[in-house]
């Protein structure tokens, strides 16, 4: 079965960092690039970044550039999101998402920025 | 960075029904055109990709059409479980990103 697992979630102060994961199984992860997309409380989708199978190509939306780092370990098949200087409107329920068009989803990572 | 706009905001349709939803880009994405469907609490769920190529497992009753700055997602005949939120996505400009549009949401009449 395709599966996509995020973790690492939590409640950070602003300021703080935090790191993401999502596990991957089911496929062959090096084959695909893969996204964090997140969603705040009651609001749409928002794209945050992506990665291509071999972390040639990687993007960010403006308002995490700088502040965001995704990565990935093809050995491990992991796909990683290191967040610092969180902000009160990072707060979202972080998915990752496989392929450039998002074809398989995670259930979700929830990141809550407050102090 | 392109900007991708649904409208409308919110759909009235009854089941059986069919329902047209649009989506539209700043700049033109070729068919690299993504639609999802998103029910409460769920992850969204990819329905069509290239404009008009159904997911697996897709029912035949989605269909999404148009190319460069214009797209459609019809919803032929509305089931129950078809009311949800709709949204749109690019994925031409990658990287940098793939924008989601802001979302319709599909609601029983």
């Known amino acids: 079965e395709v599966q996509l697992v995020e973790s690492g979630g939590g409640l950070v102060q602003p300021g703080r960092s935090l790191r993401l994961s999502c596990a991957a199984s089911?496929?062959?992860?090096?084959?695909?690039?893969m996204h964090w997309v997140r969603q705040a409380p009651g609001k749409g989708l928002e794209w945050v970044s992506g990665i291509s199978w071999n972390s040639g190509s990687i993007g960010y939306a403006d308002s995490v550039k700088g502040r965001f780092t995704i990565s990935r370990d093809n050995a491990k098949n992991s796909l990683y999101l290191q967040m610092n200087s969180l902000r009160a409107e990072d707060t979202a329920l972080y998915y990752c998402a496989k392929n450039l068009h998002m074809d398989v989803w995670g259930k979700g990572t929830t990141v809550t920025v407050s102090s | 960075e392109i900007v991708m706009t649904q409208s409308p905001a919110t759909l009235s349709v009854s089941p059986g029904e069919r329902a047209t939803l649009s989506c539209r880009a700043s700049?033109?994405?070729?068919?690299?055109l993504a639609w999802y469907q998103q029910k409460p609490g769920q992850a969204p769920r990819l329905l069509i990709y290239?404009?008009?190529t159904r997911a697996t497992g897709i029912p035949a009753r989605f269909s999404g059409s148009g190319s460069g700055t214009e797209f459609t997602l019809t919803i032929s005949s509305l089931q129950s479980e078809d009311f949800a939120v709709y949204y749109c996505q690019q994925y031409n400009n990658w990287p940098p990103g793939g924008t989601f549009g802001q979302g319709t949401k599909l609601e029983i009449k």
């Open positions: 290239g404009a008009s």
């Open positions: 089911g496929f062959t992860f090096d084959d695909y690039a």
């Open positions: 700049q033109s994405v070729s068919s690299n």
